[in-house]
């Protein structure tokens, strides 16, 4: 087995208990501070928690110890792998032997922590000595012992800090009891004991794993469109230099990813014709998924698109835009895969000689190959797919937006990402898998940086509120990342088969605002094409999958201002450029949904009516406390979009949204504290 | 260290996956299936469940695999240590990929458990090839599939199995395509090839470990008093042979633990007086808590009350008559305990050379002095704690009462716990920790078999509910074993101080019926001497704590015969012989509390006027559905304290409780199914 190549990816050995200065190789026996469910953490750590470069990471545990000692308790943490000095991060006791305390994360990459606790000799004293004093009791030999415990802490250091304990303990030790009384309970020495007091017998918890991503993980706005189509020349092939004469329209949208369906030679036998139909007619193009003929396959590119230095001179292009340009991973064959011919020993073969097409019975799908992962000879199989993945890495491509991650095995992804992120820590991968929850939840924790959700099904105000309650909240949250999509080529809902701009408008809001991460599939979703192949299917009509399509961008009802004027509004407003915060509000018209993401100072409440076709009016009950409101202060409601404002005050506030004009409200709430000079202008 | 004495019981090492006949050894990327969240664990695995002997173990697990293919999943267990074979439960799914299998266990002791789960072939090949007929597809080929899949189950099996499926194979290989499909899709392929096709790349969970305890540890009811109170002589210090003449009358009342206080010699120095007066007369015998004097230490018996000969023929006779005795440990010593001048090292000192006393400041308790657990010679204090703990073991102690031991640290508790049932494991600890929820949860989970709990101050239904949801559900039902005592010794509730019998009848009947193991501190209880020492004190006036008390059994109004119709109706009714199965109902009166016990035909159904004082209707709502009863059928509620039956039918029922004659009832519920002649010849 190649050195590269580990099977799997066991979870790291556990820490061991590094010394630092004053804290003495533990002994477990009388390490009596227990450290129980520590949060937040995916699988008992088995998985790491996800975070990115500049975020804070609160911590909580459980801590406590027998008998009626103080205790102390800290965060260690540090960037993975051994090399670098602990930090710590003091907690704080909530409420039944609950902790929690907080750091930042700076460094992307593989972080470590875990929380430690001791007992605090010396604050147990101070706590006991005050209430003695409070009795009157005599504290004579009390003080005695104070004077020994900050001598014994004196002895563990150097320099100043033992300068000062040494003297605060001759002060312990005068013959003047008020003297005495009034150093022993002093929050100087109390500070310098928490500092430089020795720390015996630490208990630490069980070491957990951040895994930390630039920031894009967290927020990004993607743009899909099919090369082959981005040019509006007649009987003109799309190729990858008309891509980037289009990246100033994608640039003006604000969108900064751009996903290309693959770019690689597409197979001959077998080929789809347009509308997915069974036969090709010659000049069909074929779709792009069924990777691989004579010109080569993963790692070549359709001699109709460009070369490799086009592909260069786009990402380039791209970068200088701030858009990044996102790659298919799709790891399957057509039949004309250089792979069929070279590595016969990946696919699994039929009795009668003929290689195993891809099914799912009675479906055929007679021009895919898939890989048999359970081949003896998987791993050459496994470095073969790290090697095409590392040669689009190199071409600087820094997003994948990975094909079908459900129907290859999780362990090959687990050591695939991990292979990839061990190189480039800010490499993305963006999991394309719709199917059953806990699949969908296992790709995100094992290493996909974002995933596809169920959002284009997710239409009814209950079942948004439920499904984006579950998203982000722990678990979920410390783990999966949904990038929300209101349409893809291979889905186009019910909901968007109708010409009514408001439906358009009503799934490009709730997709940008609820989390995050968005993305649609252009042009076809800005110029509201809707027409399905037939009735009840969610295939588009004449699907750029099968055929090049071409596109009037300048259609006057283009959304292209309205995209453009959202991803402005994320860019400005922190709130959603997370997706903690989130919370929805009571409306007592069950087609309108309310929600609001907080940040710090940043509040957004956003109201949509999902019903396309009928204005609808909605008293909402507001939870004022969510959004850092006082109910007896007024406060600013700006509406971003048609830059209305309002003045309320209170719980109750009423929406009317008509779909022929505002289907949709995304106010900025502005509270009188915040800016206080914006706020009373508008009054 | 001497070779007992591991400072601290790791969690086993991760148990490797065996190899048994058709398992390949693993090759983990191989492995696809992938197994999650299995059910019950206690802290990922970190502690055992609890579970006694004839128990059965319900196990669940998400287990699911990429793409289409079908799995199969089972639990794997059996005694721990390596040396036994495993045994295997089939699972079945659940929805939403969670699966759900179940064993009983028969020894007590270590189990171990995992799950397994494979990707199965010959079902998924089974599976679609039913799709291919009803879509009427050609199958030669897929039939030539399932018969290379039978014979290579053949290849890895013997004798009969092995030609049963070769001649399978044979079949699916005939000219006749009906011929081969008949067998193709039989049941006893199917059958034959899930006993005995391979197993490849078998995936394993973590390894769980149950802690399997006798059946007493489940279902039992204490009784505890002092000894030296055990007889109705004037002027007689009451002896173990004076506590074995009582024997019959504990055991009349149907109590099967015998629990007493410490009795070992008591120190002199700083004795207490009656009434925990801080000098004691002459002729005050001091507190059974203050261990140790010239006589000896905690491995020795008090002079007045016997020898140890004494002690063995108390066992004997009780267990005799069906009794345990419980033995207190308390580990702490008078200031004449030999410890104190033979291991002065094992005692905090302080600087005036004095040793120190326990102190909760400004509290002071100068005749106890607490073992320092951070000595230096904390292992020789671990051995010898263990050795006293072991020399009652072995003069037939079988059940520990622990005093106070969340003044000991956890580590200790964990080891001495896990020696001592290493020796015996039929040996049971209860935990007297009347503290914070975390600190007793944590003692439950490191090895305590039962614990004291809360019950004593839940007077009110909503915090009666509120508390026994959360015992009895889990986590916490699988690792805590709540024992409730309306008193103790230190415990004389506000609810208790009356002379209101009903107030007595309400708390037995709620602790013996909310859980199964229950106790009462007698004769004081059934006797209902409520004095308290004063206003606002939870203490008993006159407390046997500190001196001989003489009780009158024969008292026309004792509870004895009430505690005895109690403790036959426990015994006669499975539902109250475990804690799952509690389910609370509604009653439109917030005084009145009614839950039922389920557990298979046994039902029953309590409801109890929390007020002792004046009586109270309450209509009420009965889930019906968690007692197993059909709403159109009628059902039989017997009163078993006073035999009244009662014929109700569906959801809504009406009771009154009169504290002056039935402030509760303790319904059996018998449905028309399960005896239908006792049902129809009361109805």
């Not at 110890?65 to 792998?81: C, L």
């Not at 902790?99 to 006991?128: M, N, S």
């Not at 292009?317 to 990946?346: R, T």
């Not at 979703?525 to 090049?548: C, H, N, T, W």
Request: glycine share 6%.
């Amino acid at each position: 087995m190649p050195e590269s190549l580990a099977p799997n990816i066991p979870p790291p050995a556990p820490l061991p208990l590094r010394t630092t200065p004053a804290v003495e190789t533990p002994a477990s026996g009388r390490s009596r501070v227990i450290i129980e469910t520590v949060s937040p953490q995916v699988d008992a750590g088995r998985f790491p928690i996800k975070r990115t470069v500049g975020e804070r990471v609160r911590v909580e545990a459980d801590a406590f110890v027998d008998g009626h000692d103080k205790i102390s308790v800290a965060i260690r943490h540090r960037p993975a792998g051994g090399a670098a000095p602990w930090r710590e991060a003091e907690m704080a006791p909530l409420v039944n032997d609950r902790w929690a305390g907080e750091f930042e994360i700076h460094t992307p990459g593989w972080q470590e922590f875990a929380v430690i606790a001791w007992v605090d000799h010396f604050a147990t004293w101070r706590y006991d000595l005050q209430k003695r004093l409070a009795a009157g009791q005599d504290i004579q030999i009390d003080l005695r012992i104070g004077a020994d415990l900050v001598t014994d802490a004196a002895d563990e250091c150097d320099g100043e800090v033992a300068a000062s304990l040494r003297a605060s303990a001759r002060l312990l030790r005068s013959d003047s009891t008020a003297e005495a009384t009034e150093i022993a309970i002093s929050q100087s020495l109390q500070l310098l004991m928490r500092q430089h007091g020795p720390r015996r017998f630490v208990s630490e918890s069980v070491p957990l794993r951040i895994w930390v991503d630039r920031v894009r993980a967290r927020f990004s706005a993607w743009y899909e469109l099919f090369p082959r189509s981005a040019t509006s020349q007649p009987n003109h092939h799309g190729t990858l230099a008309d891509v980037e004469r289009r990246l100033q329209y994608i640039s003006q949208m604000g969108f900064d990813v751009l996903y290309l369906p693959p770019i690689h030679p597409i197979g001959r036998a077998f080929r789809k014709g347009r509308n997915n139909t069974a036969t090709a007619e010659p000049g069909d193009t074929g779709s792009p998924w069924a990777i691989g003929g004579p010109e080569g396959g993963h790692d070549a590119i359709h001699p109709d698109l460009g070369t490799i230095d086009d592909f260069d001179q786009l990402i380039l292009s791209a970068n200088h835009l701030g858009i990044e340009i996102a790659m298919d991973l799709a790891f399957q064959c057509s039949p004309d895969h250089p792979y069929v011919k070279n590595h016969p020993q990946w696919f699994k073969h039929r009795p009668d000689g003929s290689i195993q097409y891809a099914e799912n019975p009675p479906k055929k799908y007679q021009d895919i190959y898939p890989f048999d992962f359970e081949c003896d000879d998987w791993q050459s199989l496994w470095n073969e797919l790290l090697r095409v993945t590392l040669h689009w890495v190199e071409h600087g491509v820094r997003i994948f937006r990975v094909d079908n991650p459900h129907t290859k095995p999780f362990p090959f992804w687990e050591w695939l990402i991990s292979q990839v992120k061990q190189r480039e820590p800010d490499v993305l991968f963006l999991a394309e898998a719709f199917t059953r929850p806990k699949v969908m939840y296992r790709l995100a924790k094992l290493g996909f940086t974002q995933s596809y959700t169920y959002f284009a099904w997710r239409n009814e105000p209950w079942a948004i509120r439920q499904y984006y309650t579950e998203l982000t909240t722990p678990p979920v949250v410390d783990f999966f990342r949904p990038n929300a999509w209101p349409n893809t080529p291979d889905i186009l809902t019910d909901y968007l088969q109708t010409d009514a701009r408001a439906a358009y408008i009503v799934r490009a809001v709730l997709a940008a605002t609820l989390c995050a991460n968005f993305g649609i599939y252009g042009p076809v979703f800005e110029l509201m094409d809707g027409r399905a192949v037939r009735p009840g299917s969610e295939e588009y009509l004449d699907s750029e999958k099968y055929q090049i399509r071409k596109w009037d961008l300048n259609q006057p009802n283009s959304l292209a201002d309205l995209l453009s004027r959202l991803n402005r509004i994320r860019k400005s407003n922190p709130a959603l450029q997370q997706d903690r915060g989130l919370t929805f509000h009571r409306s007592d018209n069950q087609t309108v949904v309310v929600y609001s993401k907080t940040q710090g100072d940043s509040v957004i409440l956003v109201a949509v009516n999902t019903d396309p076709y009928h204005t609808q009016w909605a008293n909402l009950n507001l939870d004022l406390a969510a959004m850092g409101i006082d109910p007896g202060e007024p406060f600013q409601a700006h509406d971003l979009l048609t830059e209305a404002r309002y003045r309320w005050q209170g719980y109750h506030a009423t929406v009317g949204l008509d779909p022929g004009s505002t289907p949709v409200h995304v106010f900025a709430i502005r509270r009188r504290s915040r800016s206080e000079a914006d706020f009373e202008y508008f009054l």
